[in-house]
């Protein structure tokens, strides 16, 4: 069965804190995508890579990086949390065909 | 300052009948169209896919509709069940993009008892 695996489900986390989101897909795909989901916006694309140490900003990369040091592995980073960052986050994979989604993380920042 | 709530759109069917979600796409140049299902607290799961050079494609319970002439896509889902209840995207891929997808807003799917 693939699988894309979020570190964890749900994290709270201080303003100011320095946040690592993980995510580990076992299909050897080549592209990796984090998400951001609020109510009534859908998916927003954050930075996506699609190769070991590429990375493209997505559509609202600010206030985050990433990296992909090893081909199964894809990190988010929030340099310094802040409360507008509040949100589920999603880690999705792809071959050649459909995404697979990990169970997303709920990150609340106080 | 005023501050808008935006509301995602809603379907609601009684339980037996059949559902169709829609959605419309903006760019020409995609090629490859996915819906998927979220169910409360988990990450989308894929449902059915369909390439532009098709117009129907079918899978259980569910069919997927392409009209490119109107950029128009749906999802029918036959004899509706209580375990449909969810949110569906549409998903666009752009020819060339290295599949980002873009992504619809979602719609939301009630089931009536």
Known sequence: DVKVTQSSRYLVKRTGEKVFLECVQDMDHENMFWYRQDPGLGLRLIYFSYDVKMKEKGDIPEGYSVSREKKERFSLILESASTNQTSMYLCASTGQTEAFFGQGTRLTVV | ?113
């Open chain 2, 1 to 113: 300052g005023e501050s808008v709530g935006l509301h995602l759109p809603t379907l609601s069917v009684q339980e037996g009948d059949n559902s169709i979600i829609n959605c419309a796409y903006s760019n020409s140049a995609s090629d490859y169209f996915i819906w998927y299902k979220q169910e409360s607290g988990k990450g989308p799961q894929f449902i059915i896919d369909i390439r532009s050079n098709m117009d129907k494609r079918q899978g259980q319970r569910v069919t997927v509709l392409l009209n490119k002439t109107v950029k128009h896509l749906s999802l029918q889902i036959a004899a509706t069940q209580p375990g449909d209840s969810a949110v569906y995207f549409c998903a666009e891929n752009i020819e060339g993009s290295n599949y980002q997808l873009i992504w619809g807003a979602g719609t939301k799917l009630i089931i009536k008892p």
